[in-house]
């Protein structure tokens, strides 16, 4: 979360010398180090993991099938594929497959359940069966869940059953998310006025965009800015505001949506605020997919998947000037600097970052670094969109008082 700056230190002396020790001391890049290859070190000798999937339903996600295969620590022994076993059998050839995921649990009883299906209207009841066949640990696709209701569910069995749940948003595990709240701390960017978010604006813009794309951006911007407080929103049919005969029947599972314009302004516990905006087939697609934190005194721009993350701007966003200031790098190694950490767009993208951080949580009973609360706030944010836009873009408080999804189908939905 951003941190109010000390007016007494010398902003840019205080950086560049702290910059300097941790390069010059190695610890930084120890410490990234240390997250690729030891997390294993405290965990027991093998964890055995059960992978479901539901090819034709949000299939097997973005490679949560595969990403244990890149671990020490963990042995996939059993896949389920609601389509078929053969389908199963494909995916992950030479283990044991069902066609049931249910009956997987029963069976094998893993200590790790990877809940892979993109279609987020299965999750609620594959995170219950996952905990009751004594799963240790779940790591699920993203979004979490339909609604904040489902949301509660999952977190009170996780609770009573001492589950570890780590939700896939890719980025919250990137190590120059540290590196850059840092460096806003210590006024690089001056005082942080307000945080810009968008989603991908491709064909899914509007509401379903909010769901798939626009959760990494919430959930990354909330590492940020802190917990959200209120939201108000306004949802939009190309250029009127949505009514209740627009909301339809969202793809991949994610339930009753409406529009194919919105914008969002969430009052943050940080005190800056953070904006969401989404329009279908807006510009060129994925060239909006992050955010930005923007301060009096430069920005910093975020690419959601993308490698290298993060890059600076300075100077004032507001003051015209003759000739832009360029953008520079932003890695674990600082400003400007090359990243030092060999194969860190794999390590993250492959899922295996996550991975390790799950296991690491397991065996020292800390939380993981996108648990599920994280995966609830979000649930919860995108849900208040469409409340805020029931009651005329009002401010709505969060958390959300009413947990069932604030839209309704209509009869023939």
Not at 15 to 29: D, E, T
Not at 135 to 164: H, M, W
Not at 225 to 231: E, Y
Request: charged share 20%.
């Amino acid at each position: 979360m951003i941190m109010a700056i000390n007016p007494k230190i010398n902003r840019r002396g205080q950086l560049q010398l702290a910059l300097a020790v941790a390069i010059n001391s190695g610890m930084l890049g120890k410490q990234i180090q240390a997250a690729q290859n030891s997390p294993a070190a405290t965990a027991q000798k093998n964890y055995r993991v059960g992978v479901i999937g539901h090819t034709g339903r949000g299939d097997f996600g973005h490679g949560l099938d595969r990403m244990w295969q890149r671990l020490e620590s963990t042995t996939t022994v059993a896949i389920s594929d609601s389509a078929g076993i053969t389908h199963a059998q494909a995916r992950l050839p030479g283990i044991d497959a069902f066609d049931d995921y249910e009956k997987m649990l029963r069976v094998t009883r893993p200590d790790i359940v990877a809940i892979a299906p993109r279609h987020i209207d299965q999750h609620h009841d594959m995170c219950i069966a996952a905990i009751a066949n004594g799963a240790k640990g779940i790591y699920i696709e993203k979004p979490f869940c339909q609604t904040p209701l489902e949301a509660d569910s999952i977190i009170e069995a996780c609770n009573r059953s001492n589950v570890k749940l780590a939700v896939a948003h890719r980025n919250r595990y990137h190590p120059v998310l540290e590196v850059i709240q840092k460096l806003i701390q210590r006024g690089e960017i001056g005082k942080p006025l307000e945080i810009r978010a968008r989603g991908k604006e491709d064909h899914r813009g509007g509401a379903l965009d909010l769901w798939v794309l626009g959760s990494h951006v919430l959930n990354v911007a909330c590492f940020f800015a802190g917990s959200p407080k209120t939201c108000q929103a306004r949802l939009y049919l190309g250029e009127k505001p949505c009514e209740s005969g627009d909301v339809i029947r969202g793809a991949e599972g994610v339930g009753p949506i409406a529009g194919n314009r919105l914008h969002a302004r969430f009052e943050m516990s940080s005190g800056i605020p953070l904006f969401f905006d989404s329009i279908a087939n807006h510009g060129s697609r994925e060239a909006g997919f992050g955010l930005q934190i923007i301060g009096n005194e430069g920005v910093i721009d975020l690419r959601m998947d993308e490698e290298p993350l993060a890059h600076l701007r300075g100077g004032n966003p507001q003051t015209p000037t003759s000739i832009a200031a360029p953008w520079q790098v932003i890695t674990t190694a600082g400003i400007g600097k090359p990243e030092t950490q060999s194969g860190l767009s794999t390590f993250i993208n492959s899922h295996q970052a996550a991975g390790e951080d799950l296991i690491s949580a397991i065996a020292n009973h800390t939380l993981p670094k996108c648990d599920a609360e994280q995966g609830r706030q979000t649930v919860e944010m995108i849900c208040s969109v469409f409340a805020s836009h029931q009651q005329e873009g009002a401010a709505i408080a969060l958390p959300l008082e009413k947990r069932e999804h604030p839209l309704a189908l209509p009869s023939n939905g």
